[in-house]
């Protein structure tokens, strides 16, 4: 058994060195398959990310006809607390919001002197829980606060942050459709591939054939072949993608587009980089396979 | 050894490659099959090691009924059966060694056991100095006689030979028929398809032959 499988791995490396060129254009075209379908992926993992980013920052604020008093208060909180939509809630009373309206003023603090402290209203800011960050989160957290409190006006998430949460969900619908899209030309591209190796050793097959080798001998080193230049595909693309990511679009993204404390680019985690290069082993495996049906027959 | 039992083969064309074959060939036997090319020799031959499935008739090879057998069961077959043709299907981007190796690694021998025998097979066809070089830089027959060597390292009990010499002058072909003679001299059944009838006159054997797909003579010679 061990002898056979060492065989199977010597035969395998054997006919990688005998045919350097078909061998290395069966690993490029995974490793460009794999690369691109990776690529993809981190569009979409990025742009989700950004949306995930921004709809952090969806709040409800719900202005107060009437400031509460100190006794009201503990009351109001536990009520707006218990609301199932509301992570956090945060109190902004007149004072605070003259205060944070002076320091937004800076230098220009003074034009409000004299001005009554209680000039500005009562707030209430909710921040809601991830999944209710939506047009209807809001709309029933509305609801709620109309049916609790006074509320003299509102202000919540604008509307274009729900056009790009749809616009993620198509974007992620459309990636499903196109990336298995990608797997299947992916697929077809390296089998074809591996036909044209296996084409210029047509010869050694039929030996195989006639000198009393069994399918699976003559079908193993084939195999372990195609998942030898699968595993060396996935590593290039998976290479190539680091190199690419690090030096180039991070670097000229953070420094030229976003500022690097908006977004935080985020590349493969390790287990998705193992994923990647099993994925490769997969495509080599399924490559041969589907060609080595057509060769070898007795 | 061989028996075929009223076998026809046709590839579903009008007339037949070869029709209704009975031939009893016992072990140990030495056969020429002749005739003119296209006469049947070659499918002949293919049907034995179930490269080609009789369309009507049966075969057996060692007792075995090859016209039923399972494509799972043809490898264990062909290691009964050594094959020589006469383009000599050798690997050209392996030495010699590796060609007659790959005989018995393809039937899983072990590594010692392979270098051993291989080493023998090359030093019964006179090719032991031989071992590193590719086939094209050997002259025609060496080459055959390596594909000879690989047909051999197995022990087979039987050797197909499909016009062996071909491509090959006289003297080499002499050489070659020495080889075949030795083998058979061992116990291994050897049939040999040619058309060069003074193969069979210089070294008489029982020789069949076929005509159309037809058996029309099977001659026994009186050799001693």
Redesign the interface.
């Given at each position: 058994m061990l002898?056979?499988i060492r065989?199977f791995f010597r035969r395998a490396i054997r006919n990688m060195q005998?045919w350097p060129l078909l061998c290395s254009a069966a690993i490029l075209t995974m490793a460009v398959a794999l690369a691109t379908v990776a690529t993809f992926f981190l569009v979409v993992v990025n742009v989700e990310q950004l949306a995930a980013n921004w709809t952090r920052e969806i709040q409800v604020i719900a202005y107060l006809e009437d400031a509460p008093t100190a006794r009201e208060l503990p009351g109001l909180f536990a009520k707006l607390e218990n609301f199932p939509e509301v992570e956090k809630v945060k109190y902004i009373s007149p004072s605070d919001a003259m205060a944070r309206f002076k320091s937004r003023l800076a230098d220009e603090a003074s034009l409000l002197e004299g001005v009554d402290r209680n000039l500005l209203p009562a707030s209430f800011e909710l921040m809601l829980k991830a999944k209710f960050r939506n047009q209807d989160g809001i709309d029933r957290v509305i609801e709620r606060l109309d049916n609790t409190i006074n509320v003299e006006d509102l202000r919540y998430g604008q509307k274009w942050l729900e056009r790009f949460n749809t616009f993620v969900g198509m974007l992620r619908f459309i990636s499903l459709i196109l990336g298995s899209f990608l797997i299947f030309a992916a697929l077809f591209i390296v089998s074809n591939t591996i036909k044209l190796t296996l084409y210029a050793r047509r010869?050694?097959l039929?030996?195989?054939?006639?000198?009393?080798?069994?399918?699976r001998?003559i079908k193993i080193p084939f195999l372990l072949e195609g998942a030898l230049q699968g595993l060396l595909g996935g590593v290039v693309s998976l290479g190539f993608l680091a190199i690419s990511f690090h030096l180039l679009i991070k670097r000229s993204l953070t420094s030229f587009w976003l500022t690097p404390t908006d977004l935080n680019l985020l590349f493969m985690t390790p287990g998705q980089q193992l994923m990647l290069v099993i994925a490769g082993v997969m495509l080599g495996i399924l490559g041969s396979l589907t060609s080595l049906r057509r060769f070898v027959r007795? | 050894m061989i028996q075929l039992f009223n076998v026809t083969k046709s590839y579903g064309g009008e007339s037949a490659a070869v029709k209704d074959l009975t031939i009893q060939i016992p072990k140990g036997d030495f056969v020429y099959v002749t005739g003119a090319s296209g006469a049947g020799k070659t499918t002949f031959l293919r049907m034995l090691y179930a490269a080609e499935k009789p369309t009507k008739g049966q075969i057996l090879v060692n007792n075995q009924n090859i016209t039923r057998i399972r494509s799972s069961q043809i490898p264990y077959l062909r290691r009964k059966i050594g094959v020589v043709f006469q383009d000599f299907k050798l690997l050209q981007s392996r030495t010699v060694y590796e060609n007659v190796a790959f005989a018995l690694e393809a039937q899983g021998k072990k590594r010692y056991e392979v270098s051993k025998k291989v080493y023998q097979a090359l030093k019964e066809v006179g090719l032991e100095h031989r071992l590193q070089r590719k086939p094209l830089e050997l002259s025609g027959g060496e080459q055959q006689r390596i594909a000879i060597a690989r047909a051999l390292v197995v022990d087979p009990l039987i050797l197909l030979a499909d016009e062996p010499s071909g491509n090959l002058d006289m003297e080499v072909t002499l050489d070659i028929m020495e080889l075949f003679k030795k083998a058979n001299a061992r116990g291994t059944t050897v049939l040999l398809a040619t058309h060069d009838h003074s193969l069979h006159q210089r070294f008489p054997r029982r020789v069949i032959t076929l005509e159309k797909g037809k058996l029309i003579t099977d001659q026994q010679s009186h050799h001693s």
């Open positions: 002898e056979n065989y005998q010869d050694e039929e030996i195989m054939a006639l000198v009393g080798a069994t399918m001998f007795f | -």
